[in-house]
T-cell receptor, first 116, second 115 residues
Framework: DAGVIQSPRHEVTEMGQEVTLRCKPI?????LFWYRQTMMRGLELLIY????????DSGMPEDRFSAKMPNASFSTLKIQPSEPRDSAVYFCASSPGLPSPTDTQYFGPGTRLTVL | AQTVTQSQPEMSVQEAETVTLSCTYDTSESNYYLFWYKQPPSRQMILVIR??????QNATENRFSVNFQKAAKSFSLKISDSQLGDTAMYFC????????????FGTGTRLQVFP
């Protein structure tokens, strides 16, 4: 298996532009997670899906952020409009079943977003 | 609220030596899980080891082992026979049975292994 795939690996954009990050989870995994990593706040869970349904989006910072999972093999995280404080590394992770401490989350390589 | 603290921003060790990374946490829950994740320069987060709070025996995975002190809320990672490939950021993480969707991460320790 190729693991969790994220695209793009790097994204540089200007303030006010729309940014879309993409994730393909491991085939057969039922849960998908979006995380953000910054120097100031470390790794934070933004949202997670189970069976394509958003379960917990309490970590989404504000209305400028939205996430979708139209099918089991694809998810997007969109920021519109983007701001310089959104600059971070965004990780997608997937796990086989319902989120559980015994279920390993497999992380993608992340997307480094820079908003100028 | 649960918190995870890693007080060592950076550590270094010589190849083949042993190094211990520290982690403390705070929770009022009685059962929970603790994890160590490795993030090499490739950025991908990799699970290194997992420990359930109810298990008294410390978890081990090859050269990696933990020292879990529940009363002290301490969870350190020992890397034996350090290898150059161990160079990475190491994150301690926590989750409990009430919030199984949330992994709470520490701020990380950057480990450099020197030849």
């Amino acid at each position: 298996d190729a693991g969790v795939i994220q695209s793009p690996r790097h994204e540089v954009t200007e303030m006010g532009q729309e940014v879309t990050l993409r994730c393909k989870p491991i085939s057969g995994h039922n849960s998908l997670f979006w995380y953000r990593q910054t120097m100031m706040r470390g790794l934070e869970l933004l949202i997670y899906f189970n069976n394509n349904v958003p379960i917990d989006d309490s970590g989404m910072p504000e209305d400028r952020f939205s996430a979708k999972m139209p099918n089991a093999s694809f998810s997007t995280l969109k920021i519109q409009p983007s701001e310089p404080r959104d600059s971070a590394v965004y990780f997608c992770a997937s796990s086989p079943g319902l989120p559980s401490p015994t279920d390993t989350q497999y992380f993608g390589p992340g997307t480094r977003l820079t908003v100028l | 609220a649960q918190t995870v603290t890693q007080s060592q921003p950076e550590m270094s060790v010589q190849e083949a030596e042993t190094v211990t990374l520290s982690c403390t946490y705070d929770t009022s829950e009685s059962n929970y899980y603790l994890f160590w994740y490795k993030q090499p320069p490739s950025r991908q987060m990799i699970l290194v080891i997992r420990q359930e709070a109810y298990k008294q025996q410390n978890a081990t995975e090859n050269r990696f082992s933990v020292n879990f002190q529940k009363a002290a809320k301490s969870f350190s990672l020992k890397i034996s026979d350090s290898q150059l490939g161990d160079t990475a950021m190491y994150f301690c993480a926590f989750t409990d049975f009430h919030n199984t969707d949330k992994l709470i991460f520490g701020t990380g320790t950057r480990l450099q292994v020197f030849p």
